[in-house]
């Protein structure tokens, strides 16, 4: 009997030491215990590039009217929330954004990493910003803190995501900050930019174009914009020329190809020119036809559009009379870029600041400096009448010219084209052929199912200030 007693003691012992230290002895002391930051970096920055491009050509393009579906095109017929190749932009978002406020925390914990403090505030006012000109109100102040304990964030008004401490304008300015405080100093780690390959001051360039386009998108709502944009004019560290772009290439192999390259021909073949991009293109001549799109089948020397959302069960579209996308987007995506920021944008919103007074400059040269630069993006030869003659010859309509040169060029990058139309109103886009949203065309897109069921308090407050979570409900910078 004392035998079993004393076994009973030892096994005692030894089941509450081994409890005891359970997470001690079980944790590897060879495995990290959290991720490089550069690592992370290069993470975030590609799939940031890989995703959003294709949100761009899969969901953003069709918003555009510059893709049209021809098949499964529910989303093309403007029912925002069903299950579609793409058109989810909400947990993608909000996942880099948490990966990246990692990074972030990583630099101010760690001196070593001090100079990653700058481009992932740049990268977070990035992802905001994408984020809130979708959505409009939306978490972003408390938003990815669930270590600190936030696990049902409240929605920020987006006035103020653009306009307060710690916002998208002031952490452009503070991101500029900390490159500037770090960049002389060799010894700090800043490994995994595969935008700029560790070029910082070329970060303080993207910052500082992002800045343009958030006053531009801010410039209709009572909001003073011209002394911020003419001392960034004047100052000259912005996104100038194509060497600088914020952009990254896809290869034509696997596995850093644009995905459309290894998805099933079915899955490709039910993308073909929107007729909106049709018309836009033909009347202006415009050679990024052939790069954009493919002959039709049935007439090898035509390009032709449809209309886009068609009942596809009442009015099927013949494939062989219609432009499928082009080998850019498929075989040869070597040649496409993931798109952050470039310089056709950034000086397109120059020149349409110009025109509207906003900036004590010409708008003109800005103008077809942006156009040449968006040809030469695209690897398409401009015609050498096509800036003094014809319907892109500045002059005509300007401030039209100048919204659908940028509509045009930013096919694919995300959602920036339909973002740009629903501020500027160009190109007039059509009522597509069977509409599920009353003929209406969306003007943001739709909070997701999941905020109702696991963030419920908050979300129904910003579903009540949006006529219950509507696509057609404005965001605030919208006024037109």
């Known amino acids: 009997m004392k035998f079993k007693i004393s076994i009973i003691i030892v096994c005692l012992f030894a089941v509450t030491s081994c409890t005891d230290d359970f997470t001690e002895i079980n944790t590897n002391p060879n495995a990290p215990v959290e991720v490089e930051p550069s690592l992370l970096l290069r993470n975030v920055l590609w799939e940031s590039g890989e995703k959003l491009s294709w949100e761009g050509f899969v969901a953003g393009s069709l918003l ?33 954004m948490r990966d ?5 925390e990583q630099s101010r914990a760690n001196p070593a990493y001090a100079k990653y403090e700058g481009p992932a505030l740049i990268l977070k006012t990035y992802l905001a910003g994408i984020t809130t000109d979708l959505f ?11 270590k600190s304990g936030v696990v049902s964030p409240a929605y920020d008004s987006q006035e103020d995501i653009y306009n307060s401490t710690n916002g998208l304008l002031d952490n452009l300015e503070k991101g500029i900050a900390a490159i500037q405080a770090t960049s002389g100093n060799n010894t700090l780690a800043f490994d995994g930019d595969i935008l700029y390959g560790g070029n910082l001051n070329n970060w303080v360039k993207f910052a500082n174009s992002l800045k343009i386009k958030y006053l531009m998108r801010m410039s209709d709502v009572g909001t003073s914009v011209n002394l ?28 850093n190809n644009f995905r ?28 990024r036809i052939e790069v954009f799109f493919r002959p039709t089948a049935n007439t090898p020397t035509a390009y032709q559009g449809t209309l886009n959302g068609p009942n596809t069960a009442e009015t099927p579209v013949n494939a062989g009379d219609v432009s499928f996308a082009g080998t850019i987007f498929r075989e040869r995506t070597g040649d496409l870029d993931a798109n952050f920021m470039t310089s056709f944008e950034t000086n397109l919103l120059l020149a349409e600041a110009a025109e509207r007074g906003l900036l004590f400059e010409p708008a003109q040269p800005l103008y077809e400096m942006g156009v040449t630069q968006a040809f030469e993006y695209w690897g398409a030869t401009m015609p050498t009448d096509y800036l003094t003659a014809g319907d892109a010859a500045y002059g005509t309509n300007p401030l039209e010219q100048i919204a659908t040169q940028k509509w045009i060029a930013n096919i694919g990058n995300g959602y920036e ?7 500027t109103g160009f190109p007039a886009l059509k009522t597509i052929s069977a509409s599920l949203n009353n003929d209406l065309i969306p003007v943001r897109m739709p909070y997701p199912n999941t905020e109702a069921a696991l963030n419920t308090v908050n979300y129904n407050a910003a579903a009540s200030a949006t006529n219950d979570n509507s696509v057609n409900a404005k965001v605030w910078w919208d006024v037109n």
Request: glycine share 6%.
């Open 64 to 96: 555009a009217q510059q893709i049209a579906l021809i098949d499964f095109n529910n989303f093309d017929r403007h029912d925002l929330t069903g299950v579609q190749f793409g058109g989810n932009p909400w947990p993608i978002l909000y996942t880099l």
């Open 100 to 104: 990246n406020e990692i990074i972030l």
């Open 136 to 146: 409009g109100d939306i978490p972003y102040f408390e938003a990815v803190s669930g």
């Open 228 to 255: 911020k944009l003419q001392t960034i004019y004047d100052e000259g560290n912005y996104i100038k020329t194509p060497e600088q772009n914020a952009t990254f290439d896809f290869s034509t192999a696997q596995p």
């Open 260 to 287: 459309m390259a290894t998805a099933r021909a079915g899955d490709f073949q039910v993308f073909v020119m929107a007729l909106t991009m049709e018309e836009v293109l033909k009347n202006l001549n415009d050679p």
């Open 417 to 423: 084209s339909w973002i740009d139309w629903r501020r």
